[in-house]
C-alpha cells in the first residue's frame, strides 16, 4: 500500500485524484497495486491531511461544490504545502501547483523537501526539470528515490516513457516536434482560412490560449520542454532563456505565409527541437513549412507529437494529446505505476 500525498489540486491534481477512484479495482487486480492518498494542499483549495487514508470520492465531491479542504468534514486541516509533505507519511508526493516557470517555485522546493526525505517523486511541472534537472537528480540518486515527471512534455502522451522502454538501445541524436497545442491550434484554423488574430481569439474562447497569450505564442512554452528534453536525455544543462537561446513563435506567421507554404505542398508547424552533434547539444524553436510527406505535418487542433531520430529506425514519430485534466493526471497514473515496477523489481 502506497500513501500519496498530493501537492497541487487544480485540473492535474483533480484529475489525477478520478482516474485513481476510477480505477482503484484495476489497479489492484491487475498489478496488484493499492495506494492512498494521505494528504492534500492546493494554495486555492486548501488543505487536509488523515495519515490513515482520505475518501478520495468525498473529497473531489466537496472541491466540486466550491468548498475549501480547510472545512472538510475529516482528518487535519490547514497544513500548508511543506508541512504536508513532511506530516502525511506519503511515500509519493506529486507536484502539480501553479509554478513560475522562470523561478520553478514553489514547485522546485516542494519537489527538494520531498526527495530530501527519501521519498519518490512525481511531478508535471516544467519549471524544476527545465532549470534544476541536474540538481534534483543528484538529490533524488542520493537519497535513492525516483523521480518521474513524464507529465512535463506531451501530457499523458509517452515522450521519456518511450525512448525508455521501445528505444533502450537506439542512438537518439535528435528529437524534434510539435510541442504546444495552442499554437497548432492556431496554424491550423488559419489554413482553415481565419487570420492570426481570428485563430487566436478563438483558441481563446475555447480555453487553449489564456488572455495573455505569450508562453504559447513568443515560443516560450515549447522551449522549456525542448530544453527538458536536451537535459533529460542529452544530459546539458540548458536553461529556457528566450533571450539567449533561438526561439521564434507563431505571432509573425500571415495568411500569405499559410497560403504559400499550401501552394508549395507544405504546412506550418511551430517545431521545437533538441539535436546532438558530437559532444555538443542546441536546442532551437521556430515554426517551420514542413513537406506534407512530414508525418509532423499532418498533426491537426490541439495534438502534439514528437520524432525520434535514432540509429536503427531513422524516425519514429509519437502522437497524441499535450495537455489536459485526464490526460495529463495520466501522466501522474503512468508515472506511479513505474514507481510501483521499479519498487518491485529490485
Known amino acids: 500500500m502506497y500513501r500519496l500525498a498530493l501537492i497541487g489540486f487544480g485540473t492535474v ?21 493499492e495506494a492512498r492518498v494521505t494528504g492534500i494542499a492546493d494554495t486555492l483549495k ?19 461544490k466550491g468548498k475549501t479542504l480547510n472545512d472538510f468534514p475529516a482528518g487535519v486541516r490547514g497544513r500548508d504545502a511543506l508541512s504536508t509533505i513532511k506530516q502525511s507519511r506519503a511515500d509519493i508526493v506529486f507536484e502539480a501547483t501553479y509554478t513560475d516557470i522562470k523561478t520553478a517555485e514553489p514547485a522546485v ?72 497545442g495552442t499554437t497548432n491550434y492556431i496554424l491550423t484554423r488559419m489554413e482553415e482560412g481565419l487570420s492570426y488574430e481570428e485563430a487566436l481569439r478563438k483558441a481563446q474562447e475555447l480555453g487553449y490560449a489564456e488572455a495573455v497569450p505569450d508562453a504559447d505564442v513568443l515560443g516560450w512554452d515549447a522551449l522549456a520542454k525542448v530544453c527538458i528534453l536536451a537535459n533529460a536525455v542529452f544530459g546539458a544543462a540548458i536553461k529556457p532563456d528566450p533571450k539567449k537561446l533561438p526561439c521564434t513563435g507563431i505571432t509573425k506567421i500571415t495568411a500569405a505565409h499559410i497560403k504559400k507554404a499550401k501552394a508549395q505542398g507544405k504546412r506550418y508547424k511551430l517545431i521545437g527541437c533538441v539535436k ?5 547539444v542546441s536546442v532551437s524553436v521556430a515554426p517551420q ?42 501522466a501522474m497514473l503512468n508515472d506511479l505505476l513505474l514507481v510501483h515496477f521499479s519498487l518491485i523489481w529490485r
Open 289 to 330: 513549412a514542413l513537406p506534407l510527406s512530414d508525418p509532423l505535418a499532418g498533426v491537426m487542433g490541439g495534438t502534439n507529437a514528437l520524432t525520434y531520430v535514432n540509429d536503427c529506425l531513422n524516425t519514429v514519430t509519437v502522437v497524441g494529446p499535450g495537455a489536459g485534466r485526464k490526460e495529463t493526471g495520466y
Open 276 to 280: 546532438r552533434e558530437g559532444g555538443k
Open 109 to 180: 522546493t516542494h519537489i527538494k523537501t520531498a526527495l530530501a526525505a527519501g521519498k519518490h517523486v512525481v511531478t508535471t511541472n516544467k519549471g524544476p526539470l527545465a532549470l534544476h534537472y541536474a540538481a534534483l537528480r543528484k538529490l533524488a540518486l542520493s537519497k535513492k528515490a525516483l523521480l518521474m515527471f513524464e507529465g512535463t512534455v506531451m501530457a499523458g502522451s509517452p515522450a521519456f516513457n518511450f525512448m525508455n522502454y521501445c528505444l533502450p538501445g537506439a542512438e537518439i541524436t535528435e528529437i524534434k516536434g510539435i510541442l504546444n
Open 13 to 33: 491534481g483533480q484529475g489525477f485524484a478520478e482516474l485513481l477512484v476510477k480505477k482503484e479495482k484495476q489497479l489492484k487486480k491487475k498489478f496488484g497495486m
Open 46 to 64: 486548501g488543505s487536509v491531511l488523515d495519515p490513515e487514508g482520505l475518501d478520495l470520492k468525498k473529497v473531489l465531491a466537496w472541491v466540486a
